[in-house]
């Protein structure tokens, strides 16, 4: 075969996996009864969460999702058992946090939720302490654990030197036949960051909590045809790497997802100069701590180990 006739063999084969890819991708979520409801019940704890850590709430806020996560907790076998724990930790916590605020709960609602309550932290939700937020004396494996989600923040200003640092921990990550297909678009000004709060979708009631703001992106091109989707999994490497990084300057950070085809996607690109061709994967907030904040809440727990990995 000579060369034309296999470039043109292959990109007809390329495209072939390009539409088998996305085939795949539109129909292979069959979610399970367990995932399905265990993921009902893991967005509804986040979502109290994440609500507990806001700077100002609403009076009666997270009071129906409460109550639809007890109705879960309380009707619903389909769990699985971190998922369980977990919400039932985090109802546990909602109840303690609205007990301590000067808007609490209703009898009625306050029995019901504690009947479906852990009735206690489980370990590794416990709040934000004193030992989390200093990294004196921490080894690697420390370190790299314990980074959390962080989105309350002081209004320091990231610095050039800093970022360039956090930039050659990312560059020190795998990427597939070693393309380091990712770029990384940062700012701390003050007009593009109102804009990019307004713009992110994820961090409602978090607006004018971030000094700082990256996107993170993928080269596509560096990918052929045949490789469809691989930009979010070196991508998706890049950005733990850089959200470690943050940790090991002594920042903190939390990713907010920017789905694929979300309608700020082109505003962002524009705003931050990000070319057009690339996949963005993510925004990250980021700074300095505010631990007045982030110590009121539970950090979120993990799953055991044993649920993860398994000799087969
Ligand atoms: C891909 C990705 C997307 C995320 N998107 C959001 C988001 O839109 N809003 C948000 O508040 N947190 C977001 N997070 C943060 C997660 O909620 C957080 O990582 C998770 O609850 C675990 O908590 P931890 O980071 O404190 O360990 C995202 C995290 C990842 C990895």
Redesign the pocket.
């Known amino acids: 075969m000579n060369r034309t006739t296999k470039r043109v063999a292959n990109s007809v084969l390329n495209r072939r996996a390009f539409k088998k890819a996305i085939s795949v991708e539109k129909n292979g979520i069959a979610a399970t009864d367990e995932s399905y409801w265990s993921r009902q019940a893991l967005l509804l704890a986040?979502s109290l969460e994440?609500g507990m850590s806001m700077p100002n709430i609403r009076a009666g806020f997270g009071e129906n999702k409460a109550s639809d996560l007890a109705d879960i907790i309380l009707s619903n076998e389909s769990l699985d058992s971190y998922a369980r724990s977990e919400a039932k930790s985090v109802l546990y916590s909602y109840v303690c946090y609205r007990d301590s605020s000067c808007d609490p709960l209703s009898t009625d609602l306050r029995d019901r939720l504690m009947s479906a309550s852990a009735q206690e932290l489980v370990s590794g939700s416990l709040p934000y302490d004193a030992g989390y937020f200093s990294r004196d004396g921490m080894d690697a494996m420390q370190l790299l654990s314990k980074?959390?989600?962080v989105?309350s923040f002081k209004s320091d200003k990231v610095s050039n030197e800093q970022m360039n640092l956090v930039g050659a921990f990312v560059a020190s990550s795998p990427s597939a036949c070693n393309r380091q297909p990712w770029r990384i678009r940062w700012t701390c000004d003050d007009t593009k960051i109102q804009r990019i709060d307004e713009l992110v979708?994820?961090?409602r009631g978090?607006e004018g909590q971030i000094p700082n703001w990256a996107v993170l992106s993928c080269d596509r091109g560096m990918f052929g045809t045949g490789e469809a989707f691989q930009w979010y999994v070196n991508g998706g490497i890049a950005?733990a790497y850089f959200v470690e990084g943050l940790y090991l300057l002594g920042m903190d950070s939390?990713?907010?997802?920017l789905p694929v085809a979300d309608s700020c996607v082109p505003t962002l690109k524009e705003l931050l100069g990000i070319e057009e061709g690339d996949a963005v994967i993510?925004a990250i907030g980021f700074g300095i701590s505010d631990e007045e904040t982030c110590g009121l809440h539970p950090?979120?727990a993990r799953r055991d180990v044993g649920s993860i990995v398994r000799c087969v």
Do not use: E
């Open positions: 986040h994440k980074r959390r989600s989105r979708p994820g961090n978090f950005l939390c990713i907010f997802q993510a950090a979120a």
